[in-house]
């Protein structure tokens, strides 16, 4: 695809989705896409909650007319529809968890019989490992998983589509590099009906994305992860795709813990996540996402050098960030949830005020 192509895919697809918003904010009230305030949520008022369709069309649009059609690309198409439509039937009627898991484990194997399938991957000490039968397991693991991720960490205004815009961007880069060129264009795309989105919602939102966004935006990045990085398996780590989407898997992945630790349902809300940690160590909600965004860009920025360099460096990069993730969440009470253990001494914001 010629670069100016590429330019204006993405100019269309930032306007496109910039356009549709407003139409969405209107839209909600007459569906009933309300999102109502409560003790675990953060906002004081009534959020239009569909603001993911704009996010969806210009993505969806924006594929159709500039990507060039092959099997997977359809199926990631054909997946992508299944699960908008099932966050926005949740967004306007709360879906029982089941329904929509089922409806994830649909669209994911939509992709997998498609051909986004990770079939090997290399390791840090070298070599390659054949997944054989596991494959499929394993790649439905890894989509559903990256799709509720991103939904787990939606709960600042612009923190899901900003940290989505910098894995986005970060995966598009590194494809780009291992020659991936549909793979890098397509996240791109996904970037860019993210940014187009992210004037309305961030601090103070006039719209959250919904489930029919947040879901959305980790699938196709799950999606993207494998159909970019999978047939560079031989220069490229396993643990690439989990470096750039390091904030969504580890605050999930520490969620489980947390909750195991304190005797909790798996599967049931806490205000322990990173947003609200930090939150509850006395930064403004505008702060917090700030932070947020400012650690995605250093995790970005991580997975290309790791990306280019030999495997003993980034095995000693990886177990580096690996160590620092681990105390960094331990330090601010991810794992155990309570009293952080570090406070920032400065005057607490209205918002505060609900941790």
Same mark, same amino acid.
């Given at each position: 695809m010629p670069i100016y192509m590429i330019i204006i895919a993405i100019a269309?697809?930032?306007?496109?989705?910039?356009?549709? =918003?407003?139409?969405? $904010?209107?839209?909600?009230?007459? $569906?009933?896409?309300?999102?109502?305030?409560?003790?675990? %949520?953060?906002?004081?008022?009534?959020?239009?909650?569909v603001g993911g369709i704009a996010i969806f069309l210009a993505?969806?649009?924006?594929?159709?007319?500039?990507?060039? %059609?092959?099997?997977?690309?359809? !199926?990631?198409?054909? !997946?992508?529809?299944?699960?908008?439509?099932?966050?926005?039937?949740?967004?306007?009627?709360?879906?029982?968890?089941?329904? %929509?898991?089922l409806a994830q484990i649909l669209a994911a194997s939509v992709a997998i019989f498609s051909g986004i399938v990770v079939s090997f991957v290399?390791?840090?000490?070298? !070599?390659?490992?054949?997944?054989?039968?596991?494959s499929i397991p394993i790649t439905l693991l890894w989509i559903v998983g990256i799709t509720n991720a991103i939904n787990l960490i939606?709960?600042?205004?612009?923190?899901?589509?900003?940290?989505?815009?910098?894995?986005?961007?970060?995966?598009?880069?590194?494809?780009?590099?291992?020659?991936?060129?549909?793979?890098? =264009?397509?996240?791109? $795309?996904?970037?860019?009906?993210? $940014?187009?989105?992210l004037p309305y919602n961030f601090y103070p939102a006039r719209t959250f994305m919904g489930d029919c966004g947040s879901n959305l935006l980790g699938?196709?990045?799950?999606?993207?992860?494998?159909?970019?990085?999978? %047939?560079?398996?031989?220069?490229?780590?396993?643990?690439?795709?989990?470096?750039?989407? =390091?904030?969504p898997i580890f605050d999930t992945f520490f969620a489980i813990i947390r909750r195991i630790y304190n005797k909790t349902p798996i599967f049931s809300p806490d205000k322990d996540h990173l947003h609200h940690r930090l939150m509850g160590m006395g930064f403004s909600h505008q702060n917090?996402?700030?932070?947020?965004?400012?650690?995605?860009?250093?995790?970005? =920025?991580?997975?290309?050098?790791?990306?280019?360099?030999?495997?003993?460096k980034a095995t000693l990069v990886l177990s580096l960030l690996l160590l620092l993730i681990v105390v960094g969440a331990f330090k601010i009470g991810l794992m155990t949830g309570g009293k952080p253990r570090v406070q920032i001494r400065h005057e607490h914001t209205k918002h505060s005020e609900n941790f």
């Open positions: 269309a697809t930032a306007l496109i989705a910039y356009f549709i =918003v407003p139409l969405a $904010i209107r839209i909600a009230p007459r $569906i009933d896409a309300i999102d109502e305030p409560d003790q675990r %949520k953060v906002h004081q008022v009534a959020m239009p909650r993505f969806f649009l924006s594929v159709l007319i500039f990507i060039p %059609k092959s099997a997977q690309v359809n !199926g990631l198409i054909i !997946g992508t529809v299944i699960i908008f439509i099932t966050g926005l039937l949740d967004d306007i009627y709360g879906l029982p968890a089941w329904v %929509k898991l290399t390791n840090p000490f070298d !070599g390659m490992l054949n997944l054989g039968y596991l939606d709960g600042l205004d612009g923190l899901a589509a900003g940290v989505s815009a910098i894995a986005g961007c970060t995966l598009g880069i590194v494809t780009l590099l291992n020659g991936q060129t549909v793979a890098a =264009v397509m996240a791109f $795309i996904l970037v860019a009906s993210t $940014i187009g989105f699938f196709v990045l799950g999606c993207l992860a494998i159909l970019g990085l999978a %047939k560079s398996a031989a220069i490229i780590s396993l643990f690439i795709p989990i470096i750039i989407l =390091v904030i917090s996402v700030l932070i947020i965004y400012g650690i995605s860009g250093f995790f970005a =920025v991580t997975a290309i050098i790791v990306s280019s360099i030999s495997s003993p």
